[in-house]
């Protein structure tokens, strides 16, 4: 059994002639540790079935499966703590808390975790320790996404949840947060499920996963990732 299982997943929204199918039946499998990229124009049904995953959204139809636990079969409270012990969340907008400093914000993801990862050393990881001290107006776009990262990695997440974590930020910027998502599936495990519809990002993947009109239109394993350094768009 895969450490993802994703079964005939269905989902739409509104109701009779207004009625939208956003995901047709989707079957997926993601191994423990792969960095799993999902790509397809907007409107593809990547994001709704990253937010299915991550148990923000529910099915129509079909199960998400993390670990042998089906996310259905969770109550409320189960699932919040599930959500909790098990998942990070990074959004293209970085939602952090303006009145705390970097390291502050950071330091809310460990409190919600048993087993965080040690605060000063991923301020390091991320680039961030000589700023720890300043507030989030004080820093650039691409230093406030690496505290959003940092916020959701300090929990020590099975899986890494990112919808176009790179959306918001500029080519260079770009390049150095997807460096960073790339080092930190290497150095801590974690698995990255990462929506994005830039195409070149498929190089830096264990698996590709092209969505088109709420089906995967191929799913396939890369022999070798690409380092972020390499790829050019």
Known sequence: MSFV????VKKHYGEGEAMTA????????IEKGELCVLLGPSGSGKSTLLNIIGGIDDADEGYV???????????????????????GYVFQMYNLIPNLTVRENVEVGAYLSKKPLEVDELLKTLGLYEHRNKLPNQLSGGQQQRTAI??????????????????????????????LLERINREYGNTIIMVTHNDALKNMADRVVKLRD???????????????????W
């Open 22 to 29: 956003v995901l047709t039946g989707v079957d997926l499998s």
């Open 65 to 87: 499966m993390i670990n042998g636990e089906k996310t259905a079969d969770m109550n409320e409270k189960r699932l919040t703590q599930y959500r909790r012990n098990h998942l």
């Open 150 to 179: 940092g916020r959701a990695v300090i929990k020590n997440p099975d899986i890494l949840l990112c919808d176009e974590p790179t959306g918001a930020l500029d080519y260079n910027t770009s390049k150095e947060i997807l460096a």
């Open 214 to 232: 709420g089906r995967i239109s191929r799913n396939y394993l890369n022999e070798k990732r690409m380092p972020v350094s390499e790829i050019e």
């Open 5 to 8: 299982e994703i079964k005939n």
